[in-house]
């Protein structure tokens, strides 16, 4: 078994503590029913912001769906002129037997355009 990352981004319509939230529950959960993830091989899971989403921590949803013995962080990204605003990213550290190629990555809304070779376009 090895430990693989599995990425994934969102947008959040605004900077409130009920939509980010939100978004992290939905890329969360999302990430997990892509790839199958067993809750139990989760090593540890990296939240990152942009700098205009601070009205909460995103982990706090991880919590909330029963992450509550997994190392978990959350961070700000790099505040690059013209980079994509109210954006919530997650990597994912996972022990698995997934063939690297098989892993899914999630973008979903406005992340959509960070990766568009990774995007199912039937989302």
Do not use: W
């Not at 013995?69 to 790099?78: F, G, P, Q, R």
């Not at 698995?96 to 568009?116: N, V």
Request: contains cysteine; glycine residues 4%; aromatic residues 4%.
């Amino acid at each position: 078994m090895l430990v693989r990352g599995i990425r994934g981004a969102t947008t959040v319509a605004t900077n409130t503590r009920e939509e980010i939230l939100a978004a992290t529950h939905e890329l969360l959960t999302r990430i997990v029913e892509a790839n199958e993830v067993d809750p139990d091989l989760v090593a540890s899971i990296i939240f990152s912001t942009t700098p205009d989403l601070n009205a909460e921590f995103p982990a706090v949803a991880a919590r909330e769906q029963g992450y509550t013995m997994v190392a978990l962080s959350c961070v700000h990204e790099m505040n690059v002129p013209g980079s994509l605003a109210k954006c919530l990213r997650i990597l994912m550290h996972v022990n698995t037997d997934r063939p690297l190629g098989e892993i899914k990555h999630i973008y979903l809304r406005g992340a959509r355009a960070l990766r568009r070779d990774l995007v199912d376009d039937e989302e």
